[in-house]
């Protein structure tokens, strides 16, 4: 069973709730093991929410921040969620990029 650890960022935190937990359901269909937390961008920790995550997507409104937290990331991908799957909250499109990125089956 694959597993991934995925760290969605937004401005307030609510979107990438919902995203989240479209994942979620996604991943169980696949049976994927994943691990999302969703945060805001001033709530995250680079020891609790960085670190363990394999992939870090971030909200099209704050794109701004990408090469601040790609510092902070190291060699970690980086991405922002394409706008279109963000709106929609499509959870199984963001996850297939995932996998995608990671090169995962």
């Known amino acids: 069973m ?19 937990k479209n994942m979620e359901t996604a991943a169980q269909k ?11 961008e001033s ?5 609790r929410d ?16 990408k090469n601040d ?9 980086v991405e922002i969620m394409e706008m279109r799957e963000y709106g929609l909250g499509d959870g199984e499109a963001i996850l297939k990029k995932c996998m995608k990125i990671l090169d995962m089956k």
């Open 50 to 65: 960085i670190v363990p995550a394999d992939i870090i997507l971030l909200a099209p409104q704050i794109r701004y921040i």
């Open 2 to 20: 694959a597993k991934l650890t995925v760290l969605l960022m937004c401005s307030s935190g609510m979107s990438s709730t919902i995203i989240r």
């Open 30 to 40: 696949k049976g994927i093991d994943l691990t999302v937390t969703a945060k805001a």
């Open 69 to 77: 937290i790609q510092k902070k990331a190291g060699e970690k991908p």
């Open 43 to 47: 709530a995250v920790s680079i020891e």
